[in-house]
């Protein structure tokens, strides 16, 4: 999943080392941080173009819960909060305050990056979607149709559309139990293992250009690599 | 205040007003009586036309005489309050001209404006009375109304004495209000002595550090309270021995605990040493090394969460912080937070949610930390290139479950049991049991029991453990936002 390109970040943290750690780890990301080692006050000019602000909440005191406050009475960009005590009352404050996540310490620079890439997602509105173009693969809902590689693939209702509940939701795992209730026509025993069977001949229908992956424990994922 | 003191003083108010009143009403009643009685005979007697003659012949000097006993009439209708004699001053007569001026030296001056208030309709007028004074005045109008003698002004008195006109003539009265107070000073007087004795046994107790009872006996209220002192009293005790024993186990937890952050920390220095060596020699880090050191420096921040997390669990009775919990989310920062350390060691760390976020009402912090423990349970005990899955359903009941599956050695089922009944007990002092399943489990289960959660531990198919926690979802239409702390009686920690 690649982050949008250079995607300004503005992190206020008082720590020097942590802080030069987090703006090393942004960067190596591909994101353009900005540091702050003190809290100061923050006008909507400064705000403009940021994508995710990260704020410590620099506790004991509330002077963090000052500047959440402060920064979202100017602008809607998404706060990311650390703090160093897991307390259900300063997350419920913070999150009150408007704060869109929250990440107590200790984390490993990976986690930073994967809850800042959660936050800058844009949502996906799988339920509406009646075409889905996924690298190689081409589905068009309504009229049943999917193409890898541009070339048709004939493909059973079963097949077709387990492929469907697979795309709706790339890189995501789906259970078996899950796709058994909501692909498979009702009624049939043997539900999970006939599924199995399902997959296996999607797998040989599509060829190398697309790939379902079995997930450990879970079900089947497309994947999203190469796309 | 003592309480016979009291006791007098709050008498005394309340009767003494009630005293004073009744005796001003009938000092009042009695006046009046004598009012009509002077102002009746006066009038009668000036009927006599001798009499006009001998008042204008001396009219400074006279008014001397007694006055004749009131008809027998006026006295049944006013019995009991005849001016005058026995032992009283007889009354006396005193002349006015028409102007109300006396040549009478003795005669009290009086206002010519009362003139107007006699003329007015009737012959006789009293003047009013003061409450001090015992003095009766009524000006009488003679039949003749003109001359030296134009009006007569009579005076008597309703009784003699110092406060004639306030006190009854008879002291009778005095007897029930002295019997009555004298009653209550003596029947308080047991009850002051069972206090005394009560105050004394407590006192004795709470020396003896609440040890032994309060014991007067009696089934009155003194002894009632006695019994009160002694369910405090024990309830204190319980209190105080509750408190010792928390002090001991968190004594014992510190210490242990201190052990126990001290090993992953000397085995982290250990590593870095090593680390540091290689690079100083220039010969290439063992990755394992590197591994090893993230894997106790993950294992140091759990462990500190959960001790917070036990510090909260640790009160006798820990008030939930409950607030809407988004639980796509939680497990999205679980699987975040121990995806790097199952990355190093080549454990596939998946999870699955539902496309829908489910909610339901917890706190946050507390089932985050039980789910987390879980997961890095099953991480942190698995073997290079096994497995974990964290899946996250809705069961068809509006019930939520998050299943924590492996395939790493699992639990022997008597270690299982003994992972409950520890739970159960709520003992704490371990948090690295030897066989690796410590605090982080222990602490699962306290959460679910405190949320009211199924928490189910058993085989996995895949040959390790299944970690099954299942919870109502939140309700529908349920969309208050304020967390609301909530005190949980179904967990009693020791």
């Known amino acids: ?227 | 205040m003592r309480l016979r003191t009291r006791l007098a003083v709050a008498t005394l108010a309340v009767t003494a007003p009630m005293v004073l009143g009744l005796m001003w009403l009938d000092g009042r009643a009695r006046h009046r009586a004598a009012e009509f009685v002077l102002g009746d005979g006066t009038a009668r007697r000036l009927q006599d036309p001798e009499l006009r003659a001998r008042c204008e012949a001396a009219p400074a000097s006279w008014g001397k005489p007694r006055l004749r006993p009131p008809p027998a009439g006026a006295r049944a209708r006013h019995p009991g309050h005849a001016p005058g004699p026995p032992g009283g001053t007889p009354p006396l007569l005193y002349a006015y001209d028409e102007r109300l001026v006396s040549t009478n030296p003795d005669a009290p001056a009086l206002d010519p404006a009362l003139r107007r208030a006699l003329d007015a309709d009737h012959d006789t007028y009293p003047l009013p009375a003061r409450w001090y004074h015992d003095d009766v005045l009524v000006l009488v109008r003679t039949p003749w109304a003109t001359g030296p003698c134009a009006y007569v002004l009579a005076r008597g008195t309703t009784s003699p004495g110092f406060l004639g006109a306030l006190l009854p003539a008879s002291r009778i009265w005095l007897l029930p209000l002295v019997a009555v107070m004298i009653a209550i000073l003596v029947a308080v007087g047991p009850v002051i002595a069972r206090i005394r004795r009560l105050t004394a046994a407590v006192r004795r107790t709470a020396d003896a550090g609440f040890a032994h009872d309060v014991d007067i006996g009696g089934r009155d209220e003194v002894g009632e309270l006695a019994r009160a002192f002694d369910h405090a009293g024990r309830e204190v005790r319980a209190q105080l021995a509750a408190k010792d024993q928390r002090e001991r186990a968190l004594r014992d937890f510190l210490a242990n605990t201190t052990h126990d952050v001290m090993i992953p920390l000397t085995v982290l220095q250990a590593h870095l040493a090593t680390l540091r060596e290689h690079l100083g020699r220039g010969t290439p880090a063992d990755p394992a090394v590197l591994t090893s050191a993230m894997d106790e420096a993950h294992y140091i921040g759990a462990l500190l969460h959960n001790l917070a997390v036990t510090a909260k669990l640790a009160a006798v009775d820990p008030g939930l912080l409950e607030g809407q919990v988004d639980l796509n989310a939680l497990v999205a920062r679980v699987v975040s937070r121990h995806a790097p350390i199952a990355r190093q060691r080549a454990i596939a760390l998946e999870h699955a949610v539902p496309d829908a976020a489910l909610t339901t009402t917890a706190d946050v912090t507390l089932l985050e930390q039980a789910v987390s423990n879980v997961v890095y349970n099953a991480v942190r005990h698995n073997r290079t290139g096994g497995h974990v899955a964290l899946i996250l359903e809705r069961r068809d009941d509006d019930r939520f479950r998050i299943r924590v599956i492996d395939d790493g050695p699992g639990i022997p089922p008597e270690q299982l049991e003994r992972l409950f009944e520890r739970g159960q007990r709520g003992d704490q002092a371990r948090t690295r049991a030897p066989d690796g399943q410590g605090l982080g489990l222990d602490i699962a289960t306290r959460v679910a029991r405190l949320h009211g959660h199924d928490l189910r531990f058993g085989p996995s198919e895949f040959g390790g453990l299944q970690v099954d926690l299942e919870g109502p979802l939140r309700a529908a239409g349920d969309d208050q936002d304020e967390p609301s702390s909530r005190r949980s009686d179904s967990i009693t920690s020791a």
């Open chain 1, 1 to 227: 999943m690649s982050a949008p390109a250079m995607a300004r970040i503005l992190l206020i943290e008082d720590d020097a080392e942590l802080g030069a750690q987090i703006v090393a780890t942004l960067r190596r990301a591909g994101y353009d941080p900005t540091w702050w080692r003190t809290g100061r006050h923050v006008d909507p000019s400064t705000l403009a173009g940021l994508a995710l602000v990260i704020l410590d909440l620099m506790l004991p005191d509330t002077y963090g819960m000052d500047i959440l406050k402060e920064l979202r009475s100017a602008s809607e960009v998404p706060v990311l909060v650390l703090s160093a005590r897991n307390d259900t009352a300063d997350k419920v404050r913070a999150l009150k305050l408007g704060a869109d996540d929250y990440m107590t310490k200790p984390f490993w620079p990976e986690e930073l990056i994967e809850r800042v890439r959660a936050r800058l997602r844009r949502p996906v509105l799988s339920r509406v979607i009646e075409r889905v173009e996924l690298g190689r693969l081409g589905l068009d809902v309504a009229t049943r149709a999917a193409v890898v590689d541009g070339t048709p693939v004939e493909l059973t209702r079963v097949e077709f559309e387990l492929l469907v509940a697979l795309a709706r939701r790339p890189g995501i795992a789906v259970t078996r139990t899950w796709l058994a209730e909501h692909v498979l026509p009702p009624g049939r025993d043997g539900t999970e293992r006939t599924l199995d069977v399902h997959v296996s001949r999607l797998r040989k229908k599509l060829g190398s250009g697309v790939r379902i992956e079995t997930v450990w424990g879970i079900g089947y994922r497309l994947s999203t690599e190469g796309t």
